[in-house]
Nanobody, 123 residues
Framework: QVQLVEDGGGLVQAGGSLRLSCAAS????????MGWFRQAPGKEREFVAA????????YYGDSVAGRFTISRDNAKNTVYLQMNSLKPEDTAVYYCAATYALPGDRAHDYTYWGQGTQVTVSS
């Protein structure tokens, strides 16, 4: 079993930055891939970024590529999402997720989920 707790959300102006963190507990953190998803009101959950457990390779959704960066610190059992050049359309609840497989861009690729953290970007 894996428990995930997100932190770092908040209110920021357009063009600003935030860094989200996701602390994991349970089984060995280094053995599972991590992903970030987001969900805005009335919309489906959207893939944001993922990082592989095996080689650290990263993947990004088209809407955030070049602005967001995912990273992990296995010593701290934590994955981060650095978000720069934020836009009002980035407003959503952001969730981190874990899988023992290689990372995918679909929600059902992941087994464990955090409770989410709200990010609001004002124009």
């Amino acid at each position: 079993q894996v428990q995930l707790v997100e932190d770092g959300g908040g209110l920021v102006q357009a063009g600003g930055s935030l860094r989200l963190s996701c602390a994991a507990s349970g089984r060995a953190f280094g053995t599972y891939s991590m992903g970030w998803f987001r969900q805005a009101p009335g919309k489906e959950r959207e893939f944001v970024a993922a990082i592989s457990w095996s080689n650290g390779r990263t993947y990004y959704g088209d809407s955030v590529a070049g602005r967001f960066t995912i990273s992990r610190d296995n010593a701290k059992n934590t994955v981060y999402l650095q978000m720069n050049s934020l836009k009002p359309e980035d407003t959503a609840v952001y969730y981190c997720a874990a899988t023992y497989a290689l990372p995918g861009d679909r929600a059902h690729d992941y087994t464990y989920w955090g409770q989410g953290t709200q990010v609001t970007v004002s124009s």
